[in-house]
């Protein structure tokens, strides 16, 4: 038996270490995309980021395919996954919890006013300004899965208020869910400040565009509506942000991810004052804990035990 | 029955609306420190922020002398207040609560390397870093107050290891308690990110000094120690710190408080690449929040109910 990866970006020798320790003498490199997988007739598993068309039709045979990070949608849509063949997501209590850290402080940064308090700091002016208080702002969280319910806990615990939109009915003590489309306007109008940390797929392409934009409370206290994205790129139509961040529509941002990552160097939003822009970071994951995670289940799923967290091919997610 | 007023630095006429509102008619405010309060024979409590000494002979006879803000340093440090004069430290849920977002967002802005991010963004550059977890970096609370216990709850919450250091032993669910000075030095050398919530007293003034910095973990995963103080300036000496951050002692610091404030224009701490430095603004209180809290104990009290959060005089807090 043999498991078989891929890894788009970053460079394979850096993850080798992590596939040795979990699997010891199992993983052959797929490198440079082009390399002979019948020479590796006992592949069962496949481990991918980023894969190229091709990988699919060499891996027909394996039991399953693992995402080596957050998100299927590197997978989805480089090409046709055969249909019965389980996609598995990552789900790790380090990147939930790194997904936390990210969103509770970039919207303290937002609400604590960090971008005047560092012109201050660099112009020596001292100089108290007024200062909203967390439970008088309501963060909107859209996507309430692992990551989103655990970042919505932590905002509650800072004192924020908080609301949450999916794409079906959930539950999470101290917060106003919305649920389906039907329900999207509302739960915008009622949201100062909101947090992105859906999926990529055909639901969510572009959803974040002018139009979304202006549906934004303007009434609350932080002066004017504020996004922050940290799910996918593809989500945002990056123009029309830019475009919000400078006509007054938004009053600030913080961008993890792009629809053209890595941002370009010419791109305007390096420079916005009212933008903090993160390298696709905000859940940077431990490998070992990706790796750990795809060869337990291998593993467990060799031994006889269903796969967890399988993509649900219909939802994409 | 009236109430006293005596307000330094802010101008009385930003308080008053407060005042009025929360006492209406009762309020007078002893404007310019040098007015008569013989004229206002009937005077039976006094609200203060940075008295004048003079003001304790003409209020010897009030009932309690309530701080309008955290600490009472500014009073007890003002000349001889009457030994059986009570004096109300001002506890509040809005305080307290502001207190835990500033702590929870500096600790989050140097786990995640903000300023590194601001850098690479001012440059263009879109590049990963490595970057730990919360749950591999310790964060130490000096002063278990109420203030230190929210704020301790809400670092959980994110994931950070927290303990907490106090004169006298506490409890607080999930947090290592380091009790009396004897255990100072096993306290600080288990913290990566010291954050100081103490108050003013002879015990506490210029604690944080070379001395004490160096006794700070070097073995953690930020690369070096980090100090945060949102207690008192008087409890750090400003030139051993700016040496600390400079010479490595300190990684990073974020600085809310210092021995002279505002801060001198000339300061080489506004351009320290490795502070951040916010002007005494970390717990700002509501003013609202302030005067409704002394206005309401001034009424229980009026009414026969014992006054709460009274400073212990032995202690200084």
Known sequence: ???????????????????????????????????DVSLLPDVDYAMV?????????????????????????????????PAHLPVVRY?????????????AMQCLMHLRQHSLMDAQQKA????????????????????????????AGVLKAIGFQVAGWSRSAKHIDGVKIFAGMENLDAFLAGTDILV?????????????????????????????????????GKCQIDAEILE???????????????????LPAPSPFWSLPNCFITPHAAAWSDRSAVVAYAANQIKSHRAGLPLLNVVDRQRGY
């Open 244 to 262: 919000a961040l400078t006509d007054g529509t938004l009053k600030a941002a913080s961008l993890d991810v792009f629809e053209t990552e890595p």
């Open 196 to 232: 992105c940390l859906l999926p990529h797929t055909p639901d969510t392409f572009h959803l974040i565009n002018t139009i979304f934009l202006k549906k934004l409370a303007r009434n609350g206290v932080l002066g004017g509506p504020i996004l922050i994205n940290a799910g996918r």
């Open 49 to 81: 980021w980023g894969p190229q068309a091709s990988l699919f039709k060499r891996i027909a045979n394996v039991k399953a395919i693992f995402s080596l990070g957050a998100g299927v949608d590197h997978i989805l849509n480089a090409g046709t996954v």
């Open 124 to 151: 020596g002016i001292w100089q108290q300004q007024p200062q909203p208080a967390a439970n008088e702002v309501r963060v909107g969280i859209m996507g309430l899965g692992v990551m989103g319910a655990h970042s």
């Open 91 to 103: 789900v790790g209590d380090d990147l939930t919890a790194r997904m936390g850290e990210y969103v």
């Open 1 to 35: 038996m043999a498991v078989l990866v891929s890894v788009k970006g970053d460079k394979a020798e850096d993850w080798m270490p992590h596939f040795e320790s979990a699997l010891p003498g199992e993983t052959h490199i797929w490198d440079s995309h082009d390399g």
